[in-house]
Each structure stands twice: as structure tokens, then as C-alpha cells.
């Protein structure tokens, strides 16, 4: 069974950081591309980042500078180290692979 699982969300002021978990079970993790994906409320859900399972990332251009996304393929695991944060950056946060979602984590930035 599929399970990805998001955590290391919470609440943060501006300029602040946060490094967010997707702790993947139940397929061969370290061959498959993970993504990070928000959504702020009213608003679709737009792509963050994606690290290939070779480890190559691609940012969107609004978080490209403050965010970097990496991997552990022997914990199964892979990261979302968001440095100065904005409160336009205020959404949850899902990572998905292989077409599976996890369950979110709330990342809310105070100005």
C-alpha cells in the first residue's frame, strides 16, 4: 500500500524557515521523481518543486532562491527546507509520487 505522509509544518514569522518531511512507504522510493505542490485557500493548487529520483530539482520561479528540496533514499524521505519565508507562501503543503497525495501540512507565515 502506497502511503506518503507530510510533516514539519506550523506557524512562523516572516523571514522565518521551516523544513517540511514526505516520508514515503510502499514502493521503490529512490527510482521515483517526488513533487511538492500548495494550496493557499481560493486558489489551485500550484506546483513548489520536484527532485527526479537521481536528485536533479526544479523550483517554480517563486520560491527559487528560498526553497530547496532534497532526498534521503535510505530513509525513504524526501525534504522541503524553506528559508525566508513570505506570507504569500501561507498554503498547505503535499507531496505527491507516483500519482499518490499525502494528507497535507499547514505552513502558515505571519507578517
Known amino acids: 500500500q502506497v502511503q506518503l505522509v507530510e510533516s514539519g509544518g506550523g506557524l512562523v514569522q516572516a523571514g522565518g524557515s521551516l523544513r517540511l518531511s514526505c516520508a514515503a512507504s510502499?514502493?521503490?522510493?529512490?527510482?521515483?521523481?517526488v513533487g511538492w505542490y500548495r494550496q493557499a485557500p481560493g486558489k489551485q493548487r500550484e506546483l513548489v518543486a520536484i527532485?527526479?529520483?537521481?536528485?536533479?530539482?526544479t523550483y517554480a520561479d517563486s520560491v527559487k532562491g528560498r526553497f530547496v528540496v532534497s532526498r534521503d533514499n535510505a530513509k525513504n524521505t524526501a525534504y522541503l527546507q524553506m528559508n525566508s519565508l513570505k506570507s504569500e507562501d501561507t498554503a498547505v503543503y503535499y507531496c505527491?509520487?507516483?500519482?499518490?497525495w499525502g494528507q497535507g501540512t499547514q505552513v502558515t507565515v505571519s507578517s
Open positions: 505527491t509520487c507516483r500519482a499518490n
Open positions: 510502499g514502493f521503490i522510493f529512490s527510482v521515483s521523481a
Open positions: 527532485i527526479t529520483g537521481g536528485g536533479s530539482p
